[in-house]
């Protein structure tokens, strides 16, 4: 690897992981469309602030967008809370015009700058390397990554000061007013971080990837984990393979980075999608069918609870009481045997011990839904489970 | 001895989008009574609750908490939220949400240690839901998600507890350990704010009765002013319940 290789990569990784932190509270917050909105509304904002410094990467540019961001938040609530109109419409008012004023600004100017719709959109990672900042005449670096490198520290910093205010105010903005903490400061610190993020990783990477990093990666990981913490290491890895997962898929079929990143970030949430444990497709579906068949057991066992008499319980009249094909009984009868629930002698099935002790445990549940006593049971049986 | 008073509201209005959902209400609270709110869907219950725990700015007038205004005793006050006003798939514990109760005292920047934990531990325990401590909250049933809510007020071991809907489907046995956890509470001389739907179990489990309708209809001891007028004043239908035994 040569070293504009490695500093595409690593601004790839910075500007994923400067992405996926507050990508993770909008994702929670319900939140996903307004950075779409932010990420076109600011065009105005970077406008204006080429036209005064003359430079894509200058601080006061990254602010008089930023600002233009938190603008597009305050315009949308403020159109809401007429009534009138609900969020999502809101929304799509608001963002078009900004944009287009953004445009017809950029169009209005075009001869003399050197700025164009697309490169704001869709960006160019691989041209970042080329753009540096020098120091005292020294080169120290790619621009764009000191910008996205300061941006993901200040963000950290704010997490790890506002841990704690970002999860009560997300969760329940009513206690959090009540307690003090309040929610009105917390979305809009959370709007500005956003704002800021997009504006500084636009001109590295396109303001339709900066998107896609915000909301896939926490996407993913939501659907992997029940813990606030974990949800938010899972984003930011998922953000860095996507960087880098991209970059090479971009290398290797000599294809746009910020198309590939999308495309891979697109794969890793369809497969998390598919093959998450709890939450996935496939184990939501297998999980369906368990049930079916422990509910059956259960018929099963009862059916025996109930009746002492040999004939009752005997293999062949059991498939034609309980009125089941050959196959579930097969499975069903299995299963309570796997499980030691019942024995099986001369064809004739009785209740164990243990199944005799499952069942009236479950009746008790199913009649009374106490989740107490039957805590064990939830590990061995889906059933029992939420 | 003349009774303190907990909290007082004075001529408060408060308007979603410039109208009002509540007209000039008065209302004063007395330290140590257990009162329900009775009203109608829609008759501003939960946006007084809001108004006084300044979560909502009231258009006009004004309320103290022990004859100050809210910010400024904010400690002395838990709330538990209508429960459909929280996302329960929000990726947390029952512990985790009972420790953000502590929130309020520990304030801004500072993070919850081992003392905030034993104290939420303590509180799921006296709700009967320890066993559930490290359950994601979407996995729990309404019932034990209303414990939780309850012990998360509980950990902010306060002076006045407002509640809303604290019954809100939950089972007999629920409703009775929860009723009996709020008895506990007046008995420690605490004040405790309940709004309530069920109006066959006021005279049973309340003191003090607000009857609420976008304007203030009565406020005072079950005793004296649970009665049908109130009711049908409150209803707009004739009420009749067999509160006079
Ligand atoms: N955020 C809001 N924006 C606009 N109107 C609102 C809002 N919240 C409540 N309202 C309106 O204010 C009125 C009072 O609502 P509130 O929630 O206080 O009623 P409630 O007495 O608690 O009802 P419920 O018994 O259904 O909980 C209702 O007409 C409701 O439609
Ligand atoms: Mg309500």
Redesign the pocket.
């Known amino acids: 690897m040569n070293s504009p290789q490695i500093e595409i990569q690593l601004i790839a990784v910075v500007v994923a992981i400067a992405c996926a932190i507050p990508g993770v509270f909008l994702v929670l917050r319900k939140m996903a469309l307004i950075s779409d909105a932010i990420s076109h509304s600011i065009l105005p904002g970077i406008v204006i602030g080429f036209f005064i410094t003359q430079d894509l990467n200058s601080p006061l540019l990254i602010l008089l967008a930023a600002i233009t961001g938190v603008i597009t938040v305050v315009l949308v609530e403020w159109i809401q809370k007429t009534g009138l109109v609900k969020e999502d419409t809101a929304i799509g008012l608001v963002f078009p015009a900004l944009f287009s004023i953004g445009v017809i600004l950029i169009a209005k100017n075009a001869n003399d700058v050197h700025l164009d719709v697309d490169a704001v959109l869709l960006g160019e990672l691989a041209f970042a390397p080329f753009d540096r900042l020098l120091l005292f005449g020294n080169d120290v670096g790619p621009k764009s990554l000191w910008v996205m490198g300061t941006i993901l520290i200040s963000t950290i910093v704010l997490l790890l000061l506002f841990f704690k205010e970002l999860k009560v105010s997300t969760f329940d903005s009513g206690l959090s007013a009540a307690l003090g903490i309040s929610p009105v400061i917390m979305h809009y610190g959370l709007m500005s971080v956003s704002s800021v993020t997009v504006v500084g990783a636009f001109d590295a990477v396109g303001a339709i990837l900066v998107v896609a990093l915000m909301i896939a990666p926490a996407a993913t990981a939501y659907l992997l984990t029940s813990d606030l913490k974990k949800m938010l290491w899972l984003a930011i890895t998922f953000g860095s393979i996507a960087a880098l997962g991209g970059y090479w898929v971009a290398h290797w079929l000599d294809a746009s980075i910020s198309g590939s990143i999308s495309t891979v970030l697109g794969v890793i949430f369809l497969f998390v999608y598919l093959f998450a444990p709890r939450k996935g497709l496939i184990s939501v579906l297998y999980r369906q069918k368990q049930q079916r068949t422990e509910v059956s057991l259960i018929t099963f066992l009862l059916h025996l609870n109930n009746h002492s008499e040999e004939r009752e319980r005997h293999i062949n009249h059991l498939q034609e009481h309980i009125n089941w094909q050959k196959i579930r009984s097969k499975t069903v009868l299995d299963l309570a045997l796997k499980n030691n629930m019942v024995t099986v002698t001369n064809n004739v099935v009785s209740l164990t011990k243990k199944g005799d002790e499952f069942t009236n445990l479950a009746l008790e549940y199913i009649i009374t839904n106490k989740d107490e006593k039957i805590e064990h049971m939830k590990d061995d049986f889906f059933l029992f489970r939420g | 001895m003349e009774q303190k008073i907990a909290i007082k509201v004075d001529d408060l209005t408060v308007a979603?989008?410039y109208k009002p959902?509540l007209w000039d209400i008065d209302l004063m609270v007395p330290e140590g009574v257990l009162m329900a709110i009775v009203?109608p869907?829609?008759?501003?219950?939960?946006?007084l609750i809001k108004a006084i725990l300044g979560i909502i700015k009231p258009i006009a007038g004004s309320v103290t908490i022990y004859d100050k205004p809210y910010n400024k005793q904010r400690k002395l006050v838990a709330y538990v939220p209508?429960k459909g006003s929280v996302d329960w798939d929000f990726p947390t514990t029952a512990v985790d949400v009972v420790m953000m109760g502590t929130y309020g005292k520990l304030g801004w920047i500072k993070r919850p240690g081992q003392k905030e934990k034993k104290a939420a531990l303590e509180a799921l325990e006296k709700v009967g839901m320890l066993a559930f401590k490290n359950r994601q909250i979407s996995q729990l049933s309404g019932g034990q998600q209303q414990r939780v809510f309850l012990a998360r007020a509980l950990v902010q071991n306060a002076a006045i507890y407002f509640m809303d809907?604290p019954f809100q489907g939950v089972d007999a046995t629920t409703e009775i350990a929860i009723i009996n956890i709020l008895k506990e509470l007046r008995k420690a001389g605490k004040t405790v704010v309940v709004?309530h739907h069920d109006l066959q179990t006021v005279p049973e489990y309340f003191d003090w009765v607000t009857f609420l309708n976008v304007k203030k209809i009565a406020t005072g001891p079950v005793k004296e002013i649970f009665n049908d007028d109130n009711l049908t004043k409150t209803y707009g239908i004739n009420y009749k319940v067999a509160v006079n035994k």
């Open positions: 979603y989008n959902v009203g869907n829609g008759a501003g219950k939960s946006t209508q809907e709004v």
